[in-house]
């Protein structure tokens, strides 16, 4: 720590010495907390999967991880993959290059959206905001070239980064396609026709971060009036081997295109796109080569100068699949029942906390106040690890196949059987029981939709938390992500939902009004803030930065009821979970599309925000990291 930076800038001042002295590994685009944990757990995976190998004893009793291994093994297989080459993809690519009209795209609407191909409308299962007792059907269009619209709107830049993905695509087509220059210049040039069309109807992502704003429920005849080639009500009661009557749509400007991105002079454009798209979707299974030119784009907009080598490629393959299963295992093996009381407890203290906060609030009213509570007081807290996940994981078996394609198809299988058990759940409520996000996957998350907070066991870790740690300590690490998350029920996106996770107003008009208010000053207290790769966008981040000030501010108070309280420690240990290194390129593009704030901009504004912390390190008006007490931002 350097006391002479504390004053001045405190992320630097807990951090400075670590970020000199740790330099970003060659296979990641950046360096941290976060990743030193996730780094951790890869070793831990590695080592568990090369040892199951040979010796299954340990998983003797669980058929799922068994097979895992068997896939690892197939995964691993490269003299096969390289025998076998793009030959893997043939069928496939012979079958899309068969299309002659968008009624051929209909016909096979169902396999091509439940193997997660491009499709012209991107169909989905998720809770319906007005009614969370069922999941309904959700309308969204297809992914875009760049990672989001806002990369269009710069020139030089975004034909930059395209001609990084043409070179890229170009390479996998020349071995799809040998010696057939023409064809594949066709086919490049009419996908990127078709996505800078479709880029004009895509949501931003300030627009895509306010959550109400995506609920646009229509009837399947309303949606019919807007597309001439595609019958709706036949695509979606197919999808969901239903009868669906109503559709969400994400984006009605989307919606009110579809007719100018699909039609009979789109439709070349659009069936050369799926080709492309779906060899670059389909190269991580194919021969080494194929592997590494079909990561070159995504290295290029994280920095990286190559891709990771094969034995982490491995591990990453059989994790996109088994992390669920294996995260059940891990959180079951390495988090230990001691660990996860004194954790839930730590939840249940920053609940009580909360409660009182929202109890003596002083611009709520009474009413309001109310209900919030009682939103807090129905929400579901997961620790851990999941008390059971979904079936469709049982049936995730090695098949023989055709020998050649085997690891190909057999990969495929497992995104349709996922995809089959999602559709199939139309109309049926969601079980709160399952996660949507792995015991061994170092986050958390809060579900609006289902209120309720998850925290993965591979979260529960140093500097995070630690049974050997002091309570500050924790508090400020592990404490203020509970918190944090906890928060997230009363962001400006988690505020309009009600305790059962509906799109509610719960709301009087004057404290929505107050509510508002709080959120524009939040917003500017980021905006506009520069940082090395630009300046902070306030209103993208605004939820999380909301989120980030509860989350200090409960977790503080939480910690001052311990006897061993240490407001240094505290804060010390927050700015430390937020330590980290990112590649220039990656530090850009989140900038515009993450909607978390730079991690310096959280410990340090945050920090500033929270009056202890001007107690704990004797802050002046004088010193840089004072910040008027007009204009902090008090909200939970």
């Given at each position: 720590?350097?006391?002479?930076?504390?004053?001045?800038?405190?992320?630097?001042?807990?951090?400075?010495?670590?970020?000199?002295?740790?330099?970003?590994?060659?296979?990641?685009?950046?360096?941290?907390?976060?990743?030193?944990?996730?780094?951790?757990?890869?070793?831990?995976?590695?080592?568990?999967?090369?040892?199951?190998?040979?010796?299954?004893?340990?998983?003797?009793?669980?058929?799922?991880?068994?097979?895992?291994?068997?896939?690892?093994?197939?995964?691993?297989?490269?003299?096969?993959?390289?025998?076998?080459?793009?030959?893997?993809?043939?069928?496939?690519?012979?079958?899309?290059?068969?299309?002659?009209?968008?009624?051929?795209?209909?016909?096979?609407?169902?396999?091509?959206?439940?193997?997660?191909?491009?499709?012209?409308?991107?169909?989905?299962?998720?809770?319906?905001?007005?009614?969370?007792?069922?999941?309904?059907?959700?309308?969204?269009?297809?992914?875009?070239?760049?990672?989001?619209?806002?990369?269009?709107?710069?020139?030089?830049?975004?034909?930059?980064?395209?001609?990084?993905?043409?070179?890229?695509?170009?390479?996998?087509?020349?071995?799809?396609?040998?010696?057939?220059?023409?064809?594949?210049?066709?086919?490049?040039?009419?996908?990127?026709?078709?996505?800078?069309?479709?880029?004009?109807?895509?949501?931003?992502?300030?627009?895509?971060?306010?959550?109400?704003?995506?609920?646009?429920?229509?009837?399947?005849?309303?949606?019919?009036?807007?597309?001439?080639?595609?019958?709706?009500?036949?695509?979606?009661?197919?999808?969901?081997?239903?009868?669906?009557?109503?559709?969400?749509?994400?984006?009605?400007?989307?919606?009110?295109?579809?007719?100018?991105?699909?039609?009979?002079?789109?439709?070349?454009?659009?069936?050369?796109?799926?080709?492309?798209?779906?060899?670059?979707?389909?190269?991580?299974?194919?021969?080494?080569?194929?592997?590494?030119?079909?990561?070159?784009?995504?290295?290029?907009?994280?920095?990286?100068?190559?891709?990771?080598?094969?034995?982490?490629?491995?591990?990453?393959?059989?994790?996109?699949?088994?992390?669920?299963?294996?995260?059940?295992?891990?959180?079951?093996?390495?988090?230990?029942?001691?660990?996860?009381?004194?954790?839930?407890?730590?939840?249940?203290?920053?609940?009580?906390?909360?409660?009182?906060?929202?109890?003596?609030?002083?611009?709520?009213?009474?009413?309001?106040?109310?209900?919030?509570?009682?939103?807090?007081?129905?929400?579901?807290?997961?620790?851990?690890?999941?008390?059971?996940?979904?079936?469709?994981?049982?049936?995730?078996?090695?098949?023989?196949?055709?020998?050649?394609?085997?690891?190909?198809?057999?990969?495929?299988?497992?995104?349709?059987?996922?995809?089959?058990?999602?559709?199939?759940?139309?109309?049926?409520?969601?079980?709160?029981?399952?996660?949507?996000?792995?015991?061994?996957?170092?986050?958390a998350y809060y579900s609006p939709n289902q209120n309720h907070i998850v925290f993965p066991a591979a979260i529960l870790a140093k500097p995070f938390y630690s049974l050997s740690s002091l309570t500050s300590e924790n508090y400020g690490g592990i404490g203020t992500v509970i918190a944090h998350e906890i928060s997230h029920a009363f962001d400006n996106n988690g505020a309009n939902f009600d305790e059962n996770g509906n799109l509610v107003n719960w709301w009087t008009e004057e404290d929505k009004k107050n509510f508002d208010i709080k959120t524009q000053e939040m917003i500017a207290l980021f905006d506009g803030v520069e940082t090395p790769v630009g300046k902070c966008n306030g209103k993208l981040t605004v939820s999380e930065n909301i989120a980030d000030a509860g989350g200090v501010s409960c977790a503080l108070e939480a910690a001052k009821l311990e006897k061993d309280y240490d407001g240094q420690k505290f804060f010390i240990n927050f700015a430390t979970i937020w330590r980290?290194?990112?590649?220039?390129?990656?530090?850009?593009?989140?900038?515009?599309?993450?909607?978390?704030?730079?991690?310096?901009?959280?410990?340090?504004?945050?920090?500033?925000?929270?009056?202890?912390?001007?107690?704990?390190?004797?802050?002046?008006?004088?010193?840089?990291?004072?910040?008027?007490?007009?204009?902090?931002?008090?909200?939970?």
């Amino acid at each position: 720590m350097n006391k002479e930076l504390l004053k001045k800038d405190f992320y630097e001042a807990i951090n400075g010495e670590w970020l000199a002295k740790n330099e970003i590994p060659d296979h990641l685009s950046g360096w941290g907390s976060f990743y030193e944990l996730d780094e951790n757990i890869r070793k831990l995976r590695s080592s568990l999967f090369h040892k199951w190998l040979d010796d299954q004893s340990d998983i003797k009793d669980n058929p799922i991880l068994k097979e895992m291994i068997k896939y690892f093994a197939l995964v691993k297989d490269w003299n096969s993959r390289e025998a076998n080459g793009m030959t893997q993809l043939k069928s496939l690519i012979d079958k899309i290059s068969g299309f002659k009209s968008w009624k051929d795209i209909e016909e096979n609407y169902k396999k091509l959206q439940y193997l997660h191909f491009y499709v012209p409308l991107n169909f989905f299962i998720m809770d319906d905001f007005k009614d969370s007792t069922k999941q309904i059907l959700w309308l969204q269009y297809p992914d875009i070239i760049l990672p989001s619209k806002n990369h269009y709107v710069d020139k030089e830049k975004s034909k930059e980064l395209l001609t990084v993905w043409r070179n890229a695509a170009e390479k996998l087509l020349n071995k799809t396609f040998p010696n057939q220059k023409e064809y594949v210049t066709k086919l490049l040039d009419d996908t990127l026709k078709f996505d800078a069309l479709l880029a004009k109807y895509v949501l931003t992502p300030e627009e895509e971060a306010i959550y109400p704003n995506l609920y646009n429920l229509f009837s399947t005849s309303e949606i019919q009036k807007h597309c001439k080639v595609f019958d709706i009500k036949k695509i979606a009661n197919n999808l969901t081997n239903n009868k669906v009557e109503n559709i969400s749509v994400v984006s009605k400007v989307f919606l009110e295109n579809i007719n100018t991105l699909y039609n009979d002079e789109t439709f070349d454009q659009f069936k050369s796109a799926l080709i492309v798209k779906t060899i670059l979707q389909c190269s991580s299974y194919l021969d080494d080569e194929s592997r590494l030119i079909g990561s070159e784009y995504s290295n290029y907009l994280r920095g990286l100068k190559k891709s990771i080598d094969r034995n982490k490629f491995e591990i990453e393959s059989v994790a996109k699949f088994f992390s669920v299963p294996f995260g059940l295992y891990y959180g079951k093996t390495y988090l230990g029942e001691k660990g996860k009381k004194d954790v839930e407890k730590m939840v249940n203290n920053m609940v009580k906390i909360y409660q009182n906060k929202l109890a003596n609030n002083n611009w709520l009213s009474e009413e309001t106040k109310k209900y919030a509570i009682k939103k807090l007081n129905k929400m579901g807290i997961h620790i851990g690890y999941p008390n059971k996940i979904k079936p469709f994981f049982s049936k995730y078996k090695v098949e023989k196949y055709n020998e050649f394609d085997k690891l190909l198809l057999n990969s495929l299988n497992y995104i349709y059987l996922a995809s089959e058990f999602k559709y199939n759940e139309y109309l049926k409520p969601t079980d709160k029981e399952y996660w949507e996000m792995p015991a061994d996957m170092v986050n958390a998350y809060y579900s609006p939709n289902q209120n309720h907070i998850v925290f993965p066991a591979a979260i529960l870790a140093k500097p995070f938390y630690s049974l050997s740690s002091l309570t500050s300590e924790n508090y400020g690490g592990i404490g203020t992500v509970i918190a944090h998350e906890i928060s997230h029920a009363f962001d400006n996106n988690g505020a309009n939902f009600d305790e059962n996770g509906n799109l509610v107003n719960w709301w009087t008009e004057e404290d929505k009004k107050n509510f508002d208010i709080k959120t524009q000053e939040m917003i500017a207290l980021f905006d506009g803030v520069e940082t090395p790769v630009g300046k902070c966008n306030g209103k993208l981040t605004v939820s999380e930065n909301i989120a980030d000030a509860g989350g200090v501010s409960c977790a503080l108070e939480a910690a001052k009821l311990e006897k061993d309280y240490d407001g240094q420690k505290f804060f010390i240990n927050f700015a430390t979970i937020w330590r980290i290194k990112y590649r220039p390129q990656l530090a850009e593009m989140l900038l515009k599309i993450d909607v978390h704030a730079p991690a310096k901009l959280r410990a340090n504004i945050q920090t500033k925000n929270s009056d202890e912390f001007y107690k704990a390190f004797d802050i002046e008006p004088s010193d840089e990291m004072y910040l008027d007490p007009n204009k902090r931002v008090k909200i939970w």
